[in-house]
């Protein structure tokens, strides 16, 4: 553990997450010059690369690739038995001296992190995309020894109830890569829009992709923007954001959320829908409310075949060993009142209707392991049978965590009152349309992934956690900035730190040197000093409770 001076150190960079081990001389420093090269192998070089187009622009450097015996940058892929042992599959050492630095580690992945260290320790003017000094682009001394806690350490983004432009998202992937997290949960259905084409299906982005207009605020007070709104991504633009975030070592996890949440999938297509349940409109629209709606896909061997046919294209675009499916928040209602809904759970010998959804959660298991990926679902799917393998996200609380574990299956913490980032982060009237309770910085940071309900054999079944950023309220990248950051900063400190390391006053005088950086990016974080005007949205009140 770093000592009290060299925390101290520590905070003066602002390192963010902070590193297991550190040594630091200050007081030396190595110099970015004309003559620093890039020196790397081929299992190195696509780092080199991105740390070139990383500090390139903003330095006005060649970063030539190149051997020097001094003055250099140096990347390392080692083999395990090499000093690098231990370090694990995503860990590094960082040696930086008068003459240069050495990036070392077992994997790229690893080295990746280490190449985002490094950045981080030059002054916050490099993470601009155009030089506006000419230096001296120094970088203290210092030795560091690095890795995660957790193997998933995860932000879902839901562009189904705001859609972000496929630019917006690559933004957000750097982002993300800037604070080590290596997860981008992607919820790109929902009753509010479609944003996923699939080509055997054309309407479901033609007719799924857009509503007529938006609600103005939570739900309760019933008031809507009167416009329309709406977007998707080609099968091209999936193809090139996953390939953007592989190259940052971040796995894109996607997300089609049935049987519920799919009213944008029965606009689309009206015969998904239970057409024979009273009050069911004979031309269903795409959701223009928030909350849980009846938009529920009904109980027929061909809507089933609809789903086995829209995952093989998931499948095709998505490497993600982790498929999302969804399988929560869903109504019964539209069962209970279908009667060929039940006359399907008769035939298939299910207790009740609620039993139609572990149903087609199991059969969608069972498609997905065909392909050799595995269902990853809402903690709702506990609450049934779950399917062999299947991979649980705990939302309601720990409750379903523990739960799968218990059972043998991996869970991935993101429980709402701890890691949602649409919730309010004060009591300041200014909040934008304030929902939930307070979550604040503090809130955030203190959050521990492993419950303590587990034993240790238990909790070796945590992946780790993701911090879940909803927009129904969350309109633009711009909002995304302020909802997220910097309580995604403290999030990515808790899935990558020793919670023993953990001290929230120290962690905060480094997010004031981060902050900075922040800055030189263009992020429109939130101040610890509150919302500023235009961060506001009166026009659009919340509900918090």
């Given at each position: 553990m770093p000592t009290p001076d060299v925390i101290d150190d520590l905070a003066d960079l602002g390192l963010i997450p902070e590193p297991r081990e550190v040594e630091v001389a200050v007081r030396l420093r190595f110099t970015l010059t004309d003559a620093t090269v890039l020196d790397a192998d081929e299992r190195s070089a696509e780092v080199a690369g991105w740390l070139r187009s990383a500090l390139g622009p903003a330095t006005g450097l060649p970063l030539r690739d190149g051997h020097s015996p001094g003055n250099a940058i140096t990347l390392r892929v080692a083999d395990p038995a090499t000093n690098t042992a231990g370090l694990g599959p995503e860990g590094y050492r960082l040696t930086v001296t008068t003459s240069g630095a050495t990036l070392e580690a077992e994997t790229s992945a690893g080295l990746f992190y280490a190449a985002q260290t490094l950045r981080t320790l030059l002054p916050s003017a490099a993470f601009r995309r155009a030089p506006i000094s000419s230096g001296p682009w120094d970088v203290p001394a210092v030795t560091i020894t690095d890795r995660p806690r957790f193997g998933w350490r995860g932000a879902l983004l839901d562009v189904a109830r705001h859609f972000l432009p496929k630019q917006d998202v690559l933004r957000f992937i750097d982002l993300i890569a800037l604070h080590k997290l290596n997860v981008l949960h992607l919820h790109l259905t929902d009753d509010q829009g479609w944003r996923l084409e699939i080509r055997r299906y054309p309407r479901l982005t033609e007719v799924g992709s857009w509503r007529r207009e938006s609600p103005l605020g939570d739900r309760r007070h019933d008031r809507f923007d009167g416009r329309p709104h709406g977007g998707f991504y080609t099968q091209d633009d999936i193809r090139e954001i996953v390939a953007y975030a592989a190259a940052r070592h971040i796995t894109v996890v996607p997300e089609i959320d049935v049987p519920g949440h799919a009213g944008a999938a029965i606009a689309a297509y009206p015969h998904l829908g239970n057409t024979d349940s009273p009050n069911q409109p004979d031309q269903p629209e795409v959701a223009t409310r928030w909350g849980i709606l009846d938009n529920v896909l009904n109980a027929e061997e061909s809507t089933l075949q609809f789903l086995r046919d829209v995952f093989d294209e998931v499948v095709e675009l998505f490497p993600s060993k982790h498929i999302g499916v969804g399988g929560d928040e869903c109504p019964t209602g539209p069962w209970e009142n279908s009667p060929r809904a039940k006359g399907h759970i008769a035939e298939r010998?299910?207790?009740?209707?609620?039993?139609?959804?572990?149903?087609?959660?199991?059969?969608?298991?069972?498609?997905?392991?065909?392909?050799?990926?595995?269902?990853?679902?809402?903690?709702?799917?506990?609450?049934?049978?779950?399917?062999?393998?299947?991979?649980?996200?705990?939302?309601?609380?720990?409750?379903?965590?523990?739960?799968?574990?218990?059972?043998?299956?991996?869970?991935?913490?993101?429980?709402?009152?701890?890691?949602?980032?649409?919730?309010?982060?004060?009591?300041?009237?200014?909040?934008?349309?304030?929902?939930?309770?307070?979550?604040?910085?503090?809130?955030?940071?203190?959050?521990?992934?492993?419950?303590?309900?587990?034993?240790?054999?238990?909790?070796?079944?945590?992946?780790?956690?993701?911090?879940?950023?909803?927009?129904?309220?969350?309109?633009?990248?711009?909002?995304?900035?302020?909802?997220?950051?910097?309580?995604?900063?403290?999030?990515?400190?808790?899935?990558?730190?020793?919670?023993?390391?953990?001290?929230?006053?120290?962690?905060?005088?480094?997010?004031?040197?981060?902050?900075?950086?922040?800055?030189?990016?263009?992020?429109?974080?939130?101040?610890?000093?509150?919302?500023?005007?235009?961060?506001?949205?009166?026009?659009?009140?919340?509900?918090?409770?």
């Open positions: 010998e299910l207790p009740d209707a609620d039993a139609l959804r572990f149903w087609y959660v199991a059969r969608l298991a069972e498609h997905l392991a065909t392909h050799g990926r595995v269902l990853y679902g809402w903690d709702e799917i506990c609450d049934g049978g779950l399917p062999a393998d299947a991979v649980v996200a705990s939302w309601r609380g720990i409750t379903g965590a523990i739960t799968a574990a218990k059972r043998g299956h991996d869970v991935v913490l993101c429980p709402e009152d701890q890691v949602y980032l649409d919730w309010r982060q004060s009591d300041d009237p200014g909040e934008p349309t304030p929902i939930g309770k307070v979550s604040s910085l503090a809130h955030v940071y203190a959050f521990e992934p492993v419950p303590a309900a587990l034993s240790e054999s238990e909790a070796q079944h945590v992946l780790g956690a993701q911090c879940n950023i909803w927009t129904e309220h969350i309109d633009s990248a711009r909002a995304v900035d302020y909802m997220a950051f910097p309580r995604l900063t403290a999030f990515a400190e808790t899935v990558w730190s020793d919670p023993r390391d953990r001290d929230f006053d120290d962690f905060a005088r480094r997010l004031a040197v981060h902050e900075r950086r922040l800055d030189a990016l263009g992020v429109e974080y939130r101040r610890a000093s509150g919302p500023l005007p235009w961060q506001s949205r009166p026009d659009a009140p919340g509900w918090p409770r």
